[in-house]
């Protein structure tokens, strides 16, 4: 299992080589506050790495879930849609929004790795 982080503060982890998982950062769903509805992007549908896939709302502001490589979504947590508070308590997790096949590995190698994600936290 290998995860990686982008700068917009969504993690991607690549478990088996059909699909990666794609979700957003504990220091995201801190800074949003309690998760109240999620927009999850169309299973097919095909986006470019930074592009908006979805759409995350808190009962403090509204932000984009930017897909963190190009690639076709294969799945997406419908759990999410009933309950969307499962990001508040497990956005690393069950919290996760939606699978992707990555259409260049090059884009997913660029991503921060976990200290590189640490290091962008501390200058926060």
Not at 34 to 46: E, K, R, T
Not at 96 to 103: E, G, M, P
Not at 105 to 124: C, N, R, S, V, W
Request: proline share 4%; no cysteine.
């Amino acid at each position: 299992m290998t995860t990686k982080f982008t700068t917009d503060h969504e993690w991607i982890n690549i478990e088996d080589h059909d699909a990666a998982t794609v979700g957003i950062t504990l220091h995201a769903q801190d800074a949003l506050g309690d998760v109240v509805f999620v927009d999850l992007p169309a299973v097919g549908s095909q986006f470019k790495r930074g592009e908006a896939a979805g759409v995350v709302e808190s009962v403090k502001a509204a932000a984009d879930v930017n897909m963190p490589v190009s690639g076709e979504v294969v799945e997406v947590n419908e759990g999410l849609r009933d309950n969307p508070s499962l990001v508040n308590t497990d956005p690393m997790g069950n919290g996760w929004f939606f699978k992707v096949k990555i259409a260049d590995m090059t884009e997913f190698d660029q991503l921060l790795d976990i200290p590189g994600y640490d290091a962008l936290l501390k200058t926060l």
